[in-house]
């Protein structure tokens, strides 16, 4: 069985690692606390992160990070985005020597530097870009620890990178597509979260089913054009990176993001809310960093804006509404600033490439 570290041994972390394990991979879980890999490794369990979830005999735990990835032939990163870069410090001696494929299981950007998670691990391990690769899509961990079929996107500027991760990341319940549009792969990953926030805050507020389809499609065009702003493909965000991880984190209430706002929305302050989420809501940090790249590349989020002065307290959250989707009097087009449509059949495509996978069980991985 190949040897595979999980770096991270929260609520995504673990089930990632049962995704694995269940793809046939011996998986050694990192955990900050030594009684968290006691528990994983005696009972099978995450009872604070996956209560019920029974993990496979192939995982592992272990609290030293040297015996995690002792001899890993793949590392998967699954910290808080805004710790990431002070746990690549221990990291980056004990793989500097390994052509280990370094795949991120985040879904941020870094509050200070605004830098996606890929460009926080070149940084800091000091490897070649077609070394990392990114997961992304609808995936919420409890789902798919009880092994309910999903899909998801594994990227790397290297196709053969994004492949050999694809491979190992697959079993019965859960398929990977594969692109090499890193950029627009994680900053679908990291805008879905605003938006889910922005959805929780309406919910919070009671406006119904109108008023949170508005901002999921009007949404999904402020993605759109932030993301190809900064180089992304257009397509990548009506894919499982982009819609589809949109939906997924828009409708649950297993959501971080959606709850946080949900919270925003009831009243709470965000100080508050902070002490309240028991896991972090990358959501909620990645507002200033990702407005400012906006206001750099021109590119206007009007849906974003209104979330950052709910969390500033400066706008009552009944109010963000009536501003979501236009911020003026002045009649506007409904394309995205980019030129494309709000079409949604690229995510149709992929669902139902996504299905035939799981019917079919076998191939290569296909694109996204």
């Known amino acids: 069985m190949p040897r595979v570290a999980v770096i991270g041994a929260g609520s995504w972390g673990t089930t990632f690692g049962k995704v694995l394990a269940d793809g046939g991979a011996q998986v050694v879980m990192w955990a900050r606390r030594s009684e968290l890999?006691?528990?994983?490794?005696?009972g099978k369990r995450n009872s604070e992160y996956l209560p019920?979830?029974?993990?496979?005999?192939s995982m592992t735990a272990t609290s030293h990070l040297s015996d995690?990835?002792?001899?890993?032939t793949q590392v998967y990163l699954a910290i808080s985005s805004q710790a990431l870069r002070q746990n690549l410090k221990a990291v980056r001696p004990l793989v500097a020597a390994t052509d280990a494929p370094?795949?991120?299981?985040?879904?941020?950007?870094?509050?200070?530097s605004g830098l996606r998670m890929s460009q926080v691990i070149e940084q800091e391990l000091h490897c070649d870009p077609s070394r990392i690769a990114v997961a992304s899509g609808p995936n919420l961990a409890l789902e798919i620890a009880r092994e309910q079929p999903t899909a998801a996107v594994i990227s790397s500027t290297s196709q053969e990178t994004a492949e050999a991760v694809a491979r190992r990341a697959r079993n019965a319940y859960f398929r990977t597509f594969v692109n090499t549009d890193v950029i627009g792969t994680e900053f679908g990953g990291v805008l879905k979260n605003l938006i889910a926030v922005a959805i929780g805050i309406v919910d919070g507020v009671g406006y119904g089913e109108n008023t949170k389809a508005s901002i999921i499609t009007r949404g999904l065009v402020e993605m759109t054009d932030f993301a190809v702003a900064q180089g992304a493909q257009p397509e990548t965000l009506q894919g499982l990176a982009g819609l589809g991880d949109l939906i997924a984190t828009c409708q649950s209430p297993l959501s971080r993001n959606n709850t946080a706002g949900r919270l925003l929305g009831q009243g709470y302050s965000f100080q508050d809310v902070v002490k309240q989420m028991d896991q972090t809501a990358e959501g909620l940090a990645s507002v200033a960093p990702i407005l400012q790249l906006a206001r750099d590349a021109g590119v206007h989020m009007p849906i974003v804006e209104q979330v950052k002065m709910v969390l500033d307290g400066t706008m009552n959250p009944r109010d963000i509404a009536p501003h979501l989707t236009t911020d003026d009097d002045?009649?506007?087009?409904?394309?995205?600033?980019?030129?494309?449509?709000?079409?949604?059949g690229a995510l149709?495509?992929?669902?139902?490439?996504?299905?035939?996978?799981?019917?079919?069980?076998?191939?290569?991985?296909?694109?996204?």
């Open 37 to 42: 890999a006691q528990e994983i490794n005696e």
């Open 52 to 57: 019920g979830v029974n993990l496979p005999r």
């Open 68 to 72: 995690a990835l002792e001899e890993a």
């Open 102 to 112: 370094i795949v991120s299981l985040m879904k941020g950007v870094e509050k200070r």
């Open 330 to 344: 002045q009649p506007k087009g409904e394309r995205t600033q980019n030129g494309q449509g709000g079409s949604g």
């Open 348 to 368: 149709w495509r992929s669902l139902q490439r996504a299905f035939d996978q799981l019917r079919n069980g076998r191939g290569s991985a296909p694109r996204d």
